[in-house]
């Protein structure tokens, strides 16, 4: 049988479920793969993807994306940058982030040198974001370099490549400039606040976002071969891959596709049920515990999704798995008042009473709350998204 975790999707898509069963389907495949394959086909639409990616091993998760989720899902103890803030402002108005690293071949990265200033061109491939969703913001982050010793103060301007493919030919804009000192913190970030417009083009959204940053060396008092750009754009002779896969410029967009709450909103973790059903559903005995909760009053049941048992671990990064919860029970006359029941159940669970050919009401989740989830998508693109309707907060007969 299928994984007995797939029942909450189950429970969340059951009428598209059986729409979609009730449609053409291959019939030397097994009824239970059908309607399991159907079940995840229909999430991964729900979650905005045509199919399950299949990431490359060992793709590195950048580490501000996990200390948001982590922040997001208020661990707090598991953030590991001292200096993280929680993108509060980024984030009111978009429920995804998306992250991208810069193209590093040569005609993308182009560093020159006049006197005292070096420039280097940033180019970012963008076009993974959805046509359907609204860029509200970015931000880019680039990581400061760890000094030995004092380099003096540099003046570092940020500036947008509208064409990265003609950058000669290309006016460029300021967005930012400010000046890095020697007494700035080593082992952290510098960010770069980014406007929407940057994303969209008169033709539609735009596939490449590129920059020139401009370092001017103010004061320094070393000979240009012992300049060093305080902020890390290019790797390092014989740094090794996974330390610069951490230290690399990050692109972050800030976005929303229409549906569902922001990542600002804060989320109340839920209370632990305890009950049988307290880690996951058991496919022993398990018709048995159905039938036998079924038998009580309407109420929520605890229920257990780990993603591993679907075969979701290898593209969901975190969470490993969640408490969707579900609603069972019997919505049997007199209805309580604890029952979360509308007037219109009340009204069918009366007439039932004395007359059989009219259903009873059906316990069904009346409040849901969303989850966080951090996700490689097919492009090995890290993605935090805020998904809505995943968690079953409180059931009551409808």
């Avoid at 909450?8 to 069963?21: D, E, F, N």
């Avoid at 982050?141 to 301007?157: A, D, F, I, K, Y």
């Avoid at 919860?325 to 008042?337: K, Q, T, V």
């Amino acid at each position: 049988m299928f994984p007995a975790n797939l029942l909450v999707l189950m429970v969340l898509l059951l009428p598209q479920v059986v729409s979609a069963r009730q449609g053409a389907s291959d019939p030397s495949t097994p009824p239970q793969l059908n309607l399991a394959q159907t079940i995840q086909k229909l999430l991964l639409t729900r979650l905005g993807l045509r199919n399950r990616p299949e990431p490359r091993p060992g793709t590195p998760i950048p580490q501000y994306l996990l200390d948001v989720y982590r922040f997001h899902s208020q661990d707090f103890h598991l953030i590991q940058d001292p200096g993280f803030r929680f993108p509060t402002r980024h984030t009111q108005g978009a429920n995804t982030l998306r992250s991208f690293h810069p193209l590093e071949t040569p005609r993308h990265f182009l560093p020159s040198s006049q006197g005292e200033t070096e420039s280097f061109h940033i180019v970012f491939n963008v076009s993974s974001i959805p046509r359907d969703e609204r860029v509200t913001s970015a931000e880019l982050r680039l990581s400061r370099r760890e000094q030995s010793v004092p380099s003096g103060t540099q003046r570092v301007n940020l500036y947008h490549l509208p064409d990265p493919r003609s950058p000669a030919d290309t006016e460029t804009r300021l967005l930012a400039s400010r000046l890095l000192a020697d007494d700035h913190d080593s082992h952290s970030w510098e960010s770069f606040s980014l406007g929407a417009d940057l994303f969209d083009t008169p033709n539609g959204k735009t596939h490449h976002v590129a920059f020139v940053l401009e370092v001017t060396h103010l004061n320094s008092s070393h000979p240009p071969e012992q300049r060093r750009e305080r902020l890390r754009v290019r790797r390092s002779a014989g740094q090794v891959q996974p330390s610069w896969a951490q230290e690399r410029p990050l692109l972050v967009t800030y976005s929303h596709d229409g549906r569902g709450q922001p990542l600002a909103q804060k989320r109340v973790k839920p209370r632990r049920t305890r009950g049988p059903w307290e880690r996951r559903v058991k496919r022993n005995g398990r018709l048995h515990k159905l039938k036998k909760m079924a038998r009580v009053r309407c109420r929520r049941h605890p229920l257990y999704v780990d993603f591993k048992d679907v075969g979701w671990n290898k593209w969901i990064v975190a969470p490993s798995g969640y408490h969707a919860f579900f609603c069972m029970g019997e919505c049997r006359f007199p209805l309580a008042d604890h029952m979360n029941s509308s007037s219109h159940a009340m009204v069918q669970t009366l007439v039932n009473s004395v007359n059989s050919n009219v259903p009873r009401a059906c316990c069904v989740p009346t409040t849901l709350s969303p989850i966080a989830m951090l996700y490689l998508d097919q492009h090995d693109r890290v993605v935090l998204k805020n998904y809505q309707d995943m968690v079953v907060e409180g059931c009551g007969c409808r």
